[in-house]
């Protein structure tokens, strides 16, 4: 493997002295290395200059820079970089002994899980906000760093500024956490308060977001279908429920599907559609799911709007606890990566590095499929007005051994409107929205039904499946 503007790494080098690293320094400033200098690392370096007195007298050491690892040097940079620190080398942050601390906000898996690892086996302090890289091989950085006694940090991972990191690991650490419920990707959180606040299609709502840069432009399918969310997920997981889980075991469902009428009748059976990451301690298994789901428009999540993040865990002990604030950006992300800084230097200032990840259990559990989940329903048909259709659709449901709760009618649809049949043949039935809200269903049971009715002629597209949560 090699790095930019420098010879291959040796990813097995000899590890520093563990000693080294946690010896009482008598107030020598922590050296920092950065790899990254993009958006957030540009605000990392802000808030280390801006509050470097404040951070030292907290960190009871000075904090300094020493090293900033970009691919570009002539890139423009943020006015609070030297640009002296600059270097195109990672091993000048990662082999130089005099740095104790690597910061990596370069993102991706390769090559900052090479860097990272060889930064642990020299007895340096991580932080890092990757939550690409967390949710592959978290539990192995952690393991990793826990045996070489240094601390691997990761607030900024998901959340941005939410302290949700923390929270779970020290707040909860005395409660079992049984579940989590969250908006943890602000690009489709904005998208569908638009579509819902103004009316507007899932297109023109893409497009205000990209323009406003809270969706990558030309390709935003990480965020939008619920890639992003999941990685958070996963890396929520590991300290909720002490889990590793492959990527592959969370479903994952985006926001593409969603039409403007879907927020109509949400509202309609009172409800507002949000894009949740959910998670559940079953026991012998654990829920992980990440999809769109309405849920009750009184409730707290429901009025989390914009790019605004939330998390709300529930304890077995002390209850619903919601976390909310700004999820993204340079400055909200900023916090939580400097907050890490702060309380790994004060770890190796006092000798005592490696006290994060001590005590973390995380081992493989079962993922529960989709199939076996149970929930309400949403499902909108668009279909055929003639006599029967209501009745067909009630009894395949019906047959499956799935209950309605609510069941309304109403039209014409989009899918009535088109082009007339071709030579001469007789005219369709004009199409209607029918929309049924279902009691608790085991998932699978609802898929059987929805494949029995796509068999059915009156169908005019494919069915629109919601679920609905109560948290």
Not at 63 to 74: A, I, M, N, S, Y
Not at 141 to 157: K, M, S, W
Not at 240 to 252: E, K, P, R
Not at 417 to 441: F, M, S
């Amino acid at each position: 493997m090699k790095t930019e503007g420098g010879p291959p790494l040796n990813l097995n080098p000899e590890p520093h002295a563990a000693s080294d690293r946690r010896r009482l320094r008598g107030g020598a400033p922590i050296q920092i290395g950065l790899l990254g200098c993009g958006t957030v690392g540009g605000g990392v370096l802000r808030l280390l200059a801006e509050n470097s007195g404040y951070l030292a007298e907290r960190a009871g050491v000075p904090l300094v820079v020493k090293r900033v690892v970009v691919r570009d040097l002539e890139k423009e940079r943020v006015s609070a970089l030297d640009r002296g620190l600059l270097t195109t080398s990672a091993e000048e942050v990662v082999d130089d002994p005099t740095i104790d601390l690597v910061v990596e906000v370069m993102g991706g898996e390769t090559p900052a899980r090479a860097l990272i690892e060889r930064a642990i086996d020299r007895g340096k302090g991580v932080v890092t906000a990757n939550k690409l890289l967390l949710a592959a091989h978290g539990p192995a950085l952690i393991a990793r760093a826990a045996a070489r006694q240094v601390d691997l940090a990761f607030e900024g991972a998901v959340g941005g500024g939410i302290p949700i990191i923390r929270t779970l690991r020290d707040a909860f650490a005395s409660d079992w956490v049984e579940r989590v419920t969250a908006i943890v990707n602000g690009t489709c959180n904005y998208i569908l308060t638009r579509m819902r606040d103004t009316g507007a299609s899932f297109e023109a709502a893409l497009r205000e977001a990209q323009d406003l840069g809270y969706a990558e432009k030309p390709d935003p399918s990480l965020d939008v279908d619920g890639h992003d969310a999941a990685h958070k997920l996963i890396v929520l997981a590991m300290l909720a429920f002490g889990a590793q889980v492959d990527s592959g075991a969370v479903h994952t469902s985006g926001i593409r599907t969603i039409e403007e009428a879907d927020h109509r009748y949400a509202d309609r059976f009172g409800y507002t559609i949000k894009h949740l990451a959910i998670g559940r301690d079953l026991g012998d298994s654990i829920e992980l799911r990440v999809h769109p789901t309405l849920i009750p428009k009184q409730s707290v999540l429901a009025n989390v709007s914009g790019v605004l993040n939330a998390v709300l865990l529930e304890g077995r002990a002390v209850g619903p606890s919601l976390v909310y604030g700004r999820g993204a950006g340079d400055l909200p992300t900023a916090v939580s990566v400097v907050s890490d800084v702060l309380d790994v230097a004060r770890s190796i200032a006092s000798g005592v590095a490696g006290m994060q990840g001590r005590g973390m259990s995380i081992k493989p559990r079962r993922v529960r499929p989709l199939s076996e989940i149970v929930s309400r329903y949403y499902l909108r048909f668009a279909v055929e007005d003639r006599p029967g259709v209501m009745g067909r659709l009630a009894g395949a449901l019906g047959d499956a051994g799935v209950s309605i709760e609510q069941i309304v009618q109403q039209g014409p649809t989009k899918a009535s409107q088109g082009a007339a049949p071709a030579g001469g043949a007789a005219a369709r039935e004009p199409a209607v929205d029918v929309v049924l809200i279902t009691h608790d269903a085991q998932e699978g049971l609802v898929r059987s039904a929805l494949d029995a009715i796509a068999r059915e002629e009156f169908l005019r597209e494919p069915p629109h499946l919601f679920r609905i949560e109560e948290p």
